[in-house]
């Protein structure tokens, strides 16, 4: 079993921001199927205030209310630890998402799996003038044949990952 994982964070620097959902998707290497594994909000302890001011919010794919209602971080970030226990696990956006979650109190170990979006950057092929771009979540999906559900959430995210590491795996474009 291979685990992908996505968060939703209240911004993009680690060492500021913070996790405010985070979810996984397992993956069985035998037959490339998958089945959830964990999803939750989490409240990182901001006021309603300073919510008001995250992206995510104020973008109204979740709420304040949601966030704060949500059981506290640590508390989150403790189950989560026990699903990812030792398997190995990946991300759309590995280095990003990886920042955040080795970080405590999530302290997950890094992965040696490869970072999803780098590997279908070739495969999109979005030509800029430097080479290509790193497509986003949906361009690499849309890439694959997914239809577009954007929700912007850690599950349907986590589980268009998990297509896409599925898609790469029978494409042979990933080794296991």
Excluded at 51 to 76: G, H, R
Excluded at 97 to 117: D, G, H, V
Excluded at 152 to 163: I, L, Q, S
Aim: glycine share 4%; proline share 6%.
């Amino acid at each position: 079993m291979v685990l992908v994982i996505d968060i939703e964070t209240t911004g993009l620097l680690p060492s500021e921001d913070k996790i405010v959902e985070v979810a996984a998707v397992f993956v069985n290497l035998d037959d490339l199927s998958y089945e959830p594994a964990f999803s939750s909000l989490c409240n990182p302890g901001l006021s309603e205030e300073d919510l008001e001011d995250v992206w995510i919010c104020y973008e109204e794919f979740i709420t304040p209310e949601e966030i704060l209602s949500s059981d506290p971080m640590t508390e989150v970030a403790r189950q989560f630890k026990k699903i990812v226990g030792e398997r190995l696990w990946t991300c759309f956006n590995l280095e990003f998402e990886q920042n955040f979650l080795t970080r405590a109190p999530w302290s997950i170990p890094q992965t040696k799996y490869p970072c999803l979006m780098k590997t279908m950057t070739p495969i999109c092929a979005i030509p800029m003038s430097w080479g290509y771009k790193w497509p986003t979540l949906t361009e690499a999906y849309h890439t694959i044949g997914g239809e577009e559900s954007s929700t912007h959430r850690a599950f349907g995210d986590a589980t268009k990952a998990a297509e896409i590491f599925i898609w790469l795996v029978k494409n042979k474009h990933l080794k296991l």
